[in-house]
């Protein structure tokens, strides 16, 4: 294992690049112009108000990957514009009125400012695009949403792996229409994208004034300032955070589904994530995905939702109302908005009420609606299980989501209480202190010294030494210093006896196949297995397959019980995964993504970006205290 000293003098030492300064417009040989800094590389069409070209190095450090930009969405009328370059400003006049220009762009070493002027013109121009290939870059617009595809200024485009563009408009009565779509359903054919329009002048607004610019938002922690290998974290750091603009709710990424049971997830972010633009933080995202919640809208993990698939069960999943409670309650606790938390507690603490109504036996152990039981899961009647790893058995008392039960319980009564609701914070307390005293006897297995991650109906545990189910628990306060050291200590023997080495992967979810009789989903793609111990689905997607999602846990777990070396082991190799892209796109020659990997790092990913991957970059503060 190499040495903090050691990794932080290596790291100091490495990676300097040599600047020469701004370069401005320059004719290309196609007659485009381009203008290069350390941070900017885009290319302009001198015929028309778009972007031929475009990237950003939020670092500064003239790191520029394969252009994103999607460059056949738009249909032009020939001759429509005279451009005319003065400096390192390009004027677009709108042939016929050519008094004033209709669009100029300017760029600096950090920005691209875009200004639009009222020409006279009949007819509206159109507006003037950034539009992304989604599959070249996960990109996503972040801000306050007014509408379906209508986001208010101040906002963010982040592209992972890049940066951000913070963006502002000198009028608050206009606002940026966001969009991403990635063709999935039958018969749908065209480019996944994400695209921003900003609407030109008029006659009511007679000039507007874009400002683009560029940075990276991350915590300005003193350990990581000048360590290259944390370059990764420092572009990726707010990569959890994708919203989808069609339900304007924090989803998988900005074209994929939201799911309820993963808010928990951006909220644990957010709490930690500086301002992502001036009036604009990450916990006002968390505030506006609640509010859809409360409004009535269904994520996957909850019945009645409709995207792609749908949610196939009869029940909600054990995992979805504590990470929507969680998250609301992350929020009140963050800004401190009373007014708003007076007027959603009642829808808060009705996913409580729910929540609690599911242990039946009263032993503080919430329960779902399926057995759990081995064999019960027919895939000629096919349902999905209690939580996010949805093609496992978990059923019944599931260990994972009574994790997240407590937490939700525990910060609720937090807020109750600031809220005068003396009576309910007892309440969800004594129902904390229940389900805590009886949590640890209740899933340890004996025979393996960890917790197991079920136990179904019939009375049996079972336990495939879960990774995440043991370090939730220990995260979230559910067992003493002395049991968490117990149950790490366990597993991280039982990594190394099953030869899991590769941590730059992220972590396996399960250390051990798991048993077809236990398997949700019965297709070996989704990692099931057709002999009964489960083995030829082995490291197929959740099936132990290695990913970056969940990892978190592992790593805070081994810190809160001073297992430094352990998780710094775990986390540092990460480090060089999130710096190279290690968690998203396409494997070469493969079909399949990277944000699921079998051990040998062969893909069996299918989202392409997955924002779960991208919480293990909170451990950083984790990693920062133990080094002093």
Request: with cysteine; proline share 4%.
């Amino acid at each position: 294992m190499t040495s903090r000293r050691k990794f932080i003098k290596q790291s100091f030492l490495s990676g300097w690049l040599l600047y020469k300064g701004p370069r401005f417009w320059l004719p290309a040989a196609d007659g485009r112009f381009n203008f290069l800094s350390k941070h900017l590389k885009i290319g302009l069409d001198p015929h028309y108000p778009k972007l031929t070209s475009f990237d950003i190095d939020g670092l500064g450090q003239s790191q520029f990957g394969i252009d994103p930009l999607l460059t056949n969405y738009l249909q032009l009328r020939e001759n429509e514009y005279l451009s005319r370059v003065k400096g390192n400003v390009i004027a677009y006049y709108l042939k016929g009125y050519e008094k004033n220009p209709a669009w100029e762009i300017k760029c600096e070493e950090k920005k691209i400012i875009v200004i639009t002027n009222y020409t006279g013109a009949a007819d509206k121009p159109a507006p003037f695009p950034i539009v992304i290939a989604q599959q070249i870059n996960h990109c996503t617009a972040l801000g306050k949403m007014t509408a379906e595809n209508l986001l208010s200024f101040p906002s963010l485009l982040h592209l992972p792996g890049r940066g951000s563009l913070k963006i502002e408009c000198d009028r608050p009565d206009v606002n940026l229409f966001y969009d991403a779509y990635r063709y999935h359903l039958k018969n749908e054919k065209g480019d996944p994208f994400v695209k921003l329009e900003f609407s030109a002048a008029d006659s009511e607004k007679p000039s507007i004034t874009y400002t683009l610019e560029v940075t990276c938002i991350y915590p300005d922690i003193k350990e990581i300032r000048h360590l290259p290998v944390f370059d990764g974290l420092k572009r990726n750091f707010i990569n959890i955070f994708q919203l989808n603009p069609r339900i304007k709710v924090l989803a998988n990424n900005s074209a994929s589904d939201a799911c309820a049971f993963t808010l928990f997830l951006y909220a644990e972010m957010a709490r930690n994530t500086p301002k992502l633009a001036k009036g604009l933080s990450a916990i006002d995202l968390i505030k506006s995905s609640a509010e859809v919640y409360l409004d009535g809208f269904k994520g996957y993990g909850q019945v009645g939702n409709k995207q792609s698939y749908g949610w196939q069960s009869k029940y909600d999943s054990s995992d979805s109302a504590p990470s929507l409670i969680i998250s609301a309650c992350y929020y009140i606790q963050e800004s401190k908005d009373n007014t708003w938390a007076e007027a959603h507690y009642d829808g808060i603490k009705s996913w409580a009420d729910k929540m609690i109504q599911t242990d039946t036996n009263q032993d503080g152990i919430i329960e779902y609606g399926y057995s759990g039981n081995s064999g019960s899961w027919d895939d000629k009647d096919f349902k999905r299980p209690a939580n996010w790893w949805d093609t496992i058995g978990f059923g019944y008392e599931d260990a994972y989501s009574n994790a997240l039960a407590y937490q939700a319980v525990k910060v609720l009564s937090a807020v109750a209480l600031s809220l005068n609701k003396t009576s309910d914070s007892k309440y969800f307390s004594l129902f904390a202190d229940r389900l805590k005293g009886n949590y640890f006897d209740h899933f340890f297995n004996k025979d393996t010294g960890v917790l197991a991650g079920w136990r179904s109906e019939d009375g049996r545990l079972h336990d495939y030494y879960f990774t995440f189910v043991n370090s939730v628990a220990v995260t979230y306060g559910l067992l003493t210093k002395e049991q968490g050291k117990l149950v790490m200590g366990n597993l991280l023997q039982k990594m190394k006896a099953v030869g899991f080495t590769d941590f730059t992967l992220g972590l396996p979810g399960n250390l051990v196949p798991v048993r077809s009789e236990d398997y949700v989903h019965h297709v070996k793609r989704w990692g099931y297995g057709e002999k009964p111990d489960g083995s030829d689905g082995f490291q197929i997607y959740e099936n132990g397959g290695a990913t970056g999602c969940f990892a978190y846990f592992t790593i805070k777990a081994l810190y809160r019980i001073d297992m430094h070396n352990e998780a710094d082991e775990i986390f540092l190799a990460m480090m060089q995964s999130f710096k190279t892209g290690g968690f998203e796109g396409h494997c070469e020659e493969s079909t399949y993504t990277k944000d699921w990997k079998a051990w040998d790092g062969t893909c069996w990913g299918y989202e392409g970006f997955l924002v779960d991957n991208y919480l293990p970059l909170l451990a950083v503060f984790d990693w920062a205290s133990a080094a002093n």
